[in-house]
């Protein structure tokens, strides 16, 4: 089992920044992927940002220039850096980990971008 805790989700206004973090912890050796999904309110649950060991990251269209996913693999940690955010970026932020074919979902960060 693969435990993921998200922090960082806050109230910031229009072209703010926040930093999102998740941490692995449990059996976390051998996660070959990690990455962030987003479900706004009355939408289905969207893929953020994404990055594979071993390959690039890859972004959804709506955030591509605006947010950097990175890893650090010593922690067994992922975050994401997300600039320039706009209303519709709104939405509960969820961290989701593979390991060896088995996905494992953290509890949620809710991030709200309103003036």
């Known amino acids: 089992q693969v435990q993921l805790v998200e922090s960082g989700g806050d109230l910031v206004q229009p072209g703010g920044s926040l930093r999102l973090s998740c941490a692995a912890s449990g059996s976390s050796f051998n996660i070959n992927a990690m990455g962030w999904y987003r479900q706004a309110p009355g939408k289905e649950r969207e893929l953020v940002a994404f990055i594979v060991n071993g390959a690039g990251a890859n972004y959804a269209d709506s955030v591509k220039g605006r947010f950097t996913i990175s890893r650090d693999n010593a922690k067994n940690a992922v975050y994401l850096q997300m600039n320039s955010l706009k209303p519709e970026d709104t939405a509960v932020y969820y961290c989701?980990?593979?390991?060896?074919?088995?996905?494992?979902w953290g509890q949620g960060t809710q991030v709200t971008v309103s003036s």
């Open positions: 989701y980990a593979n390991r060896r074919g088995a996905g494992y």
